[in-house]
């Protein structure tokens, strides 16, 4: 069956960069998403890559996707406090999505 | 915003009590799914929809029902509610064949 599995925690300075890390198992899954969730509120889309794509770089999102260790990765560049909030990988398309747990990201001033 | 409400957002109720939870989208999407949220669990499906009164189940199905009659509503029931099921619940849709867009959540609590 499908799993995805993420780091739960994850603590960085503001301005530096954070690299939130996922493994996934179902290697026919066509799309790779990743979520921000902040405290009390729904999942908001960040990006997604296609499976058959190596990176994305999306502003201050960056991407990589290793297929063949179905590695997933996604950097935020100079980390703000804003950024702080639980991240999700995810993986599949259409009509099934599946999640991981969720890394917390936390800014330090 | 892809237009999805849902209703209640919260909602404390008693165990063995029925509880309906209501999604509404506004965009005529096929596709509608419901999820639970649990601490170390991440998200986790409990039914979807793919059409006007064709659903399927997801791998948490048991103690709930769902039903679709209009393609804008999707229906979650908890025929008799358990502390088990106290969990924050998500509605969300299908768009374009390759993004899920979430609704804001229903926290339920059974006391």
């Known amino acids: 069956g499908e799993d995805v599995e993420q780091s739960l925690f994850l603590s960085v300075r503001e301005g530096d960069s954070s690299v939130i890390n996922c493994t996934y198992t179902?290697?026919?899954?066509?799309?790779l998403y990743w979520y921000k969730q902040e405290p009390g509120a729904g999942l908001q889309l960040l990006t997604y890559?296609?499976?058959?794509?190596d990176m994305k770089q999306d502003q201050r999102l960056t991407v990589l996707l290793n297929k063949k260790d179905k590695h997933l990765s996604l950097r935020i560049a100079d980390t703000q406090t804003g950024d702080s909030a639980i991240y999700f990988c995810?993986?599949?398309?259409?009509?099934?999505?599946?999640f991981g747990t969720g890394t917390k990201l936390q800014v330090i001033p | 915003d892809a237009g999805i409400t849902q209703s209640p957002r919260h909602k404390v109720t008693e165990t063995g009590t029925p509880v309906t939870l209501r999604c509404h989208q506004t965009?005529?999407?096929?596709?509608m799914y419901w999820y639970r949220q649990d601490p170390g669990h991440g998200l986790r499906l409990i039914h979807y929809?793919?059409?006007?009164?064709?659903?399927d189940k997801g791998e948490v199905s048991d103690g709930y029902s769902v039903s679709r009659s209009k393609t804008e509503d999707f229906l979650l029931t908890l025929e008799s509610a358990t502390s088990s099921q106290t969990s924050v619940y998500f509605c969300?849709?299908?768009?374009?064949?390759?993004?899920?867009?979430f609704g804001e959540g229903s926290w339920l609590t059974v006391v």
């Open positions: 179902d290697s026919s899954s066509t799309y």
């Open positions: 890559i296609f499976s058959n794509m």
């Open positions: 929809s793919y059409g006007v009164k064709d659903t």
């Open positions: 995810a993986e599949g398309g259409y009509q099934k999505v599946t």
């Open positions: 969300a849709i299908s768009v374009g064949g390759n993004t899920i867009y």
């Open positions: 965009e005529n999407h096929r596709y």
